[in-house]
């Protein structure tokens, strides 16, 4: 079932319990500026939006993943941007807001923090900003959303100077570094597909011919396009600084790791020097240890040229069997 939420500038904020679809268009209409807010969508809003005018297409994107758009339909202003919402894990979701001369309609699917933020605002503004209707409230709305990335970026912000120190800390060895660097990513990552959906509406509301908002309110959303710039390029700036930082911390792994490979290579290196010396010194003291007499042949010291050849026949052997093999052609 869907909650609805109500606040006009002569009635102030109305009980949930008090608001049904019924009563809003009648509350709105005794309105110069109200807001009504809707949580999780039903059939019975669906039907109250087309009855009250919405156009099909505006009304389908709110009950759906509807993509960032800004557009003017007859009578009223369709823009749908995304903004954070409130579980734990940090992504955010779509918020459809639609426009009229009297009312602004909100719908979403899940808790935003922004929404709550923009409430308060509505409640303490004065008659000169109502004065500018629902512009007025379209702009608190869309500066809440920005405003609600801000202190996010500051602790991305810091989290980043703590990751570059442990990065370049010689005195400890900090686990789990490269995965918190990719989630500092993830996440400025997410951060900007709200920032720049608001930043991309922004722009298109103020190109000339557009219509979106008044001239009284013009300059009001000039301001909040020049903020959402800014925070464009903080999130640009972070996540340029997360990349660079990962690539620092992998190029120190790959400089111990290469240290490592250069202090094995020597150990093997010696090693393979001793064997060498040491390879020719066991075959002389092999031959020439035999004890040909014990195999009692009689022939004396011809013996050991026959237990030579041998040997030698046996390495021509696996010598061409390595040639046949391919493996000579490697030296």
């Excluded at 049904?20 to 500026?33: H, Q, R, T």
């Excluded at 512009?135 to 609600?148: F, K």
């Excluded at 720049?196 to 011919?209: C, F, I, N, R, T």
């Excluded at 400089?255 to 290196?269: C, K």
Aim: charged letters at 25%.
């Amino acid at each position: 079932m869907a909650e609805l939420r109500f606040q006009s500038r002569e009635a102030g904020r109305i009980a949930k319990s008090e608001v049904s679809l019924e009563s809003v268009i009648e509350l709105a209409n005794a309105s110069s500026c109200a807001w009504l807010d809707i949580l999780n969508p039903d059939e019975e809003v669906r039907k109250f939006l087309l009855d009250y005018g919405i156009d099909e297409l505006a009304v389908e994107d709110c009950f759906g993943d509807a993509a960032n758009t800004v557009q003017r339909f007859d009578g009223h202003g369709h823009i749908v941007v995304k903004a954070r919402d409130t579980d734990n894990r940090l992504d955010t979701e779509p918020v459809v807001i639609l426009t009229t001369k009297q009312m602004m309609i909100t719908v979403r699917h899940t808790k935003i923090p922004a929404i709550k933020s923009f409430a308060n605002r509505f409640k303490r503004a004065d008659d000169e900003e109502l004065d500018l209707g629902t512009d007025y409230l379209l702009y608190e709305l869309l500066d809440a959303i920005a405003d609600d990335w801000s202190p996010i970026l500051n602790e991305y912000s810091d989290e980043l100077d703590e990751l570059e120190f442990r990065v370049f800390d010689p005195a400890k060895k900090y686990e789990n570094l490269l995965e918190s660097l990719h989630e500092l990513k993830k996440h400025l990552r997410e951060a900007s597909k709200s920032i720049e959906s608001l930043q991309s509406a922004l722009l298109k509301m103020l190109k000339p011919g557009e219509r979106m908002v008044a001239k009284d309110s013009m300059r009001l959303f000039e301001d909040l396009q020049q903020m959402t710039t800014t925070l464009v390029k903080r999130a640009g700036n972070y996540s340029a600084g997360a990349t660079s930082t990962r690539d620092t911390y992998l190029s120190h792994v790959n400089l111990q790791l290469a240290e490592s490979n250069a202090q094995l290579t020597e150990v093997m290196t010696t090693l393979t020097i001793i064997g060498a010396i040491m390879l020719p010194l066991t075959l002389i003291a092999g031959i020439f240890g035999m004890n040909i007499e014990a195999f009692d042949s009689g022939k004396g010291l011809l013996d050991l040229w026959e237990i030579v050849a041998i040997m030698l026949g046996f390495s021509v052997l696996m010598l061409s069997y390595f040639w046949r093999k391919g493996w000579m052609k490697r030296i």
